[in-house]
């Protein structure tokens, strides 16, 4: 299962500034995921993964939580950028890496 | 720039038509898998080749038919489409099916008329 929207949330940020995207997941046995990043015209990129064995995992400028007592996680991008602009999307899978299911999406805009 | 290459890019067709989409790659990686993506909405899993296998197949009418030639191929047959077929498909890889990331192409565009 997956937390569904009727519309595609949006997130704001100004340049330099850090910005936090959340992602609701239903499935209680979902025990890998993914924040994917997608650009206008293009296909999901990866950005960072995360196991279920763990709360907390950092990339370069990213950083995914993952709160498995209320099914949510989060990635944060510090000091947003331009080129961060996109729609994110976390995907769960409960099976490491078999039937992916993604989140709704969150759009965010970097404001100059 | 992405590794799984994705052929066309764009394409048009009447609901009699017959065409395919394509894609490839070569990461060695063994399992392979089609999404399909409406605007604004995330990817929906449609077909998951394993070892040239298919796995998963979440219910595709039929008129899409995947086909996987070789372990860097997968096709998506295309016949009698609806203008609701219209979408973006994306082709994904992953090294093996509970190997984790999947890398995607950058999608074929398909528009139903």
Redesign the interface.
Known sequence: G?SVGLH?PTLSVQEGDNSIINCAYSNSASD?F?W?KQES??????II?IRSNMDKRQGQRVTVLLNKTVKHLSLQIAATQPGDSAVY?C?ETD???????????TRLSVLP | D?E?TQTPKHLVMGMTNKKSLKCEQHMGHR?MYWYKQKA??????MF?YSYEKL??NESVPSRFSPECPNSSLLNLHLHALQPEDSALY?C?S?Q????????????SRLTVL
């Open positions: 997956e595609l890998y993914i994917y015209g293009k296909g999901p990129q990866f993964d999307f995907a099976n490491y890496g078999q039937n992916f299911v993604f989140g709704p999406g | 992405t799984v399992a604004k909405k995330p990817p929906e899993l998951v796995s998963i994306l994904a992953s093996d099916l509970r190997a984790g990331e999947l890398f995607f192409g950058e999608g």
